[in-house]
């Protein structure tokens, strides 16, 4: 029974409730804004989320430099007019534009809205809401403060608004930016919002998942084919992806929160670098090189300027930066267009799939820019066109690109085959042609061997050629268990030769003394070289110490004995040498047994020269 009875007070205050609005309601008309004559806004229990075009009206401040006061002046005096057009993109604009609303609410369970600036690029926004009983609310925000100063996390400037069931408030809201000034205003309920965004996120989940799902793709096929018009289109999806990524705020909102510069520099820049991307890509997927050779070199310009336009926009104001890059962007497009026009007239096939994804995605960031100057007015269309047409685009590309792929892939396979019919006639001859030349090849080699083998002076083996032979005769002895000794000769008092008698008469008695040494040492299977100057070195195999001593003193009598005759004069030659027998161990080392037949030679021209002396601690007897 209490129950009841508390119903029906909550019924009879509810009912006053209703009751003093509607007084109130008759006590202040509300069916327009007297002042600017556009239609005062009512909130009831059936409104969720409204735009507010049909119920603004606008004034422009050229200057920029007028405050809330001066303005509800001009708003008494008739200062503001209605949108023209219900328009609300105006371009790129000087100063700042303040627009009116008069909000009625009628919905005792909403007195707090959201309003939503459904354009994420607004540099500077002040919210004022002025109510009936004179005191005024003010609120701040866009992407010229840190993230965080928004009402609500949310890609897109917003703010909480107080209006209470009853009298009109006046919404004024002053916006000035650099960017496109594009004033789209929406309320919503707390509920209404969390529809709306989930939605819109939703939106563009999908679109980016979209992007995501063709760049990996993609990636893929660039990793195996290597093909420079895959990696070109990877980066015409990811430059273009952050183009819209910095345009739809989400850039603001996860990349650089806190940095409101970079939300205005992003703009120009992630717009030259998805330019540059799409150029770059036009140019290598149309093989513009080989099919349009002027069409490349200005594809190439195009290039340039946006590299030179992105750097510049670092420094630039952002009113100067982004429109002449956005109004680039109509030419770039467009150019694009033209060159898959002419490759398409040349007979490139998959340049028509080409055009008509260009197409498409023309359609829709011509419509995006004309949005951005203020051209087209906002709608569905001209807002997401450029989602839509990228999109289309980019899968219509993925499948020109595997048809270009493919068809390369047909072409190649042509030419195999006619390749191999003509290599097939031709085999034969080439395979003869090359046999030849391979003996020929040989043959040449062998006498080039033996060339870097000899002393060109003397026809003697060379320093390095020994060095070799001398190693390969050490392993030889150790297998066979055979003594191996080595021999160095020196002619004496050589240099007094080519001071006499000059320099060509000492080659005469290096090449008689190379011929001498070589007759004698042949019988003995030896290895005998220059090893440098005046010096010669010999390897002995299967010659023990007192052979190779008695080997080393028939050379030294035989030099001794003889005399080179040269022009005429009788030069006697004698030479010093020094003998060791290696220790055939199989860890012996040539520089080893050089060093101690060298060392055998300095003791016999210590000796006075033309004599033979041992190295290596045989008993002195056995010289």
């Known amino acids: 029974m209490s129950g009841r009875k508390l119903s029906g007070w909550r019924g009879v205050l509810a009912w006053l409730a209703l009751a003093s609005v509607s007084v109130a309601l008759q006590a202040h008309p509300v069916d327009s804004d007297l002042v600017t004559g556009r239609p005062a806004l009512h909130l009831d229990i059936h409104t969720s989320r409204l735009e507010l075009t049909p119920y603004v009206s606008v004034y422009h401040d050229a200057g920029g430099r007028e405050d809330l006061a001066a303005v509800r002046e001009k708003l008494a005096s008739g200062g503001f007019s209605p949108l023209p057009d219900n328009k609300t993109a105006f371009g790129f604009q000087p100063g700042a534009f303040w627009f009116h609303a008069r909000l009625v609410?009628?919905?005792?369970?909403?007195?707090?809205?959201?309003?939503?600036?459904?354009?994420?690029?607004?540099?500077?926004?002040?919210?004022?809401?002025?109510?009936a009983d004179g005191h005024v609310d003010t609120h701040t925000g866009g992407d010229a403060l840190p993230f965080e100063a928004r009402s609500i996390r949310y890609r897109l400037p917003n703010f909480w608004i107080n209006v209470p069931p009853g009298p009109p408030v006046d919404l004024l809201v002053r916006i000035s930016s650099q960017s496109s000034m594009q004033v789209p205003l929406w309320l919503y309920t707390p509920g209404a919002f969390a529809e709306v965004s989930r939605d819109a996120q939703f939106g563009i989940g999908l679109y980016y998942g979209i992007l995501l799902a063709l760049f990996v793709?993609?990636?893929?096929?660039?990793?195996?084919?290597?093909?420079?018009?895959?990696?070109?289109?990877?980066?015409?999806?990811?430059?273009?992806?952050?183009?819209?990524?910095?345009?739809?705020?989400?850039?603001?909102?996860?990349?650089?929160p806190k940095s409101p510069w970079l939300a205005d520099k992003a703009v120009p820049l992630s717009i030259c670098l998805a330019q540059v991307g799409m150029q770059q890509f036009a140019r290598y997927f149309l093989e513009l090189r080989q099919r349009w050779r002027l069409g490349d070199l200005v594809g190439l310009a195009m290039i340039a300027f946006f590299v030179a336009w992105g750097l510049a926009s670092v420094w630039l104001p952002y009113r100067i930066a982004t429109p002449v890059a956005s109004a680039a962007v109509f030419v770039s497009i467009a150019w694009i267009a033209i060159e898959?026009?002419?490759?398409?007239?040349?007979?490139?096939?998959?340049?028509?799939?080409?055009?008509?994804?260009?197409?498409?995605?023309?359609?829709?960031?011509?419509?995006?820019?004309?949005?951005?100057?203020?051209?087209?007015?906002?709608?569905?269309?001209?807002?997401?066109?450029?989602?839509?047409?990228?999109?289309?685009?980019?899968?219509?590309?993925?499948?020109?690109?595997?048809?270009?792929?493919?068809?390369?892939?047909?072409?190649?396979?042509?030419?195999?085959?006619?390749?191999?019919?003509?290599?097939?006639?031709?085999?034969?001859?080439?395979?003869?042609?090359?046999?030849?030349?391979?003996?020929?090849?040989?043959?040449?080699?062998?006498?080039?061997r033996e060339s870097s083998q000899r002393d060109g002076l003397t026809g003697l083996h060379t320093r390095a050629h020994f060095m070799e032979r001398f190693q390969q005769l050490m392993v030889e002895a150790y297998r066979a268990e055979q003594p191996l000794s080595v021999?160095?000769?020196?002619?004496?008092?050589?240099?007094?030769?080519?001071?006499?008698?000059?320099?060509?008469?000492?080659?005469?008695?290096?090449?008689?003394?190379?011929?001498?040494?070589?007759?004698?040492?042949?019988?003995?299977?030896?290895?005998?070289?220059?090893?440098?100057?005046?010096?010669?070195?010999?390897?002995?195999?299967?010659?023990?110490?007192?052979?190779?001593?008695?080997?080393?003193?028939?050379?030294?009598?035989?030099?001794?004995?003889?005399?080179?005759?040269?022009?005429?004069?009788?030069?006697?030659?004698?030479?010093?040498?020094?003998?060791?027998?290696?220790?055939?161990?199989?860890?012996?080392?040539?520089?080893?047994?050089?060093?101690?037949?060298?060392e055998a030679l300095y003791r016999a021209k210590a000796d006075g020269r033309n004599c033979v002396r041992w190295g290596g601690g045989l008993p002195t007897h056995a010289t």
Request: hydrophobic fraction near 45%.
């Open 217 to 256: 793709y993609n990636l893929v096929l660039w990793l195996r084919l290597r093909d420079p018009s895959y990696f070109w289109y990877l980066l015409h999806i990811s430059a273009f992806g952050l183009v819209l990524f910095t345009l739809n705020g989400l850039g603001f909102e996860y990349l650089w």
């Open 340 to 448: 898959s026009i002419v490759v398409t007239a040349r007979g490139y096939k998959p340049a028509r799939i080409f055009l008509l994804a260009w197409g498409l995605f023309l359609a829709g960031t011509g419509m995006f820019a004309a949005l951005a100057f203020g051209v087209l007015p906002k709608t569905f269309l001209t807002e997401y066109g450029v989602q839509i047409g990228s999109a289309t685009e980019m899968l219509l590309l993925s499948i020109a690109l595997s048809y270009r792929y493919s068809a390369l892939r047909q072409e190649n396979e042509r030419i195999i085959r006619a390749g191999r019919e003509e290599l097939a006639q031709e085999v034969e001859q080439r395979t003869s042609e090359l046999r030849l030349a391979l003996d020929q090849l040989g043959q040449a080699h062998a006498r080039l």
């Open 487 to 598: 021999l160095m000769i020196d002619l004496d008092h050589f240099k007094d030769i080519n001071d006499q008698h000059g320099h060509l008469v000492g080659d005469e008695c290096l090449r008689f003394s190379a011929h001498l040494l070589g007759q004698i040492l042949r019988r003995y299977n030896a290895v005998v070289a220059r090893f440098g100057g005046e010096e010669f070195v010999v390897g002995l195999p299967g010659k023990d110490g007192a052979q190779a001593l008695q080997v080393a003193e028939e050379l030294r009598r035989s030099l001794d004995e003889s005399a080179c005759d040269v022009a005429g004069i009788q030069i006697r030659l004698t030479a010093s040498i020094g003998v060791h027998e290696l220790q055939v161990d199989g860890g012996s080392q040539v520089a080893n047994a050089l060093q101690q037949a060298d």
């Open 105 to 131: 609410n009628a919905n005792l369970r909403e007195p707090r809205w959201l309003l939503v600036q459904k354009y994420a690029l607004s540099d500077n926004i002040e919210v004022h809401t002025l109510h």
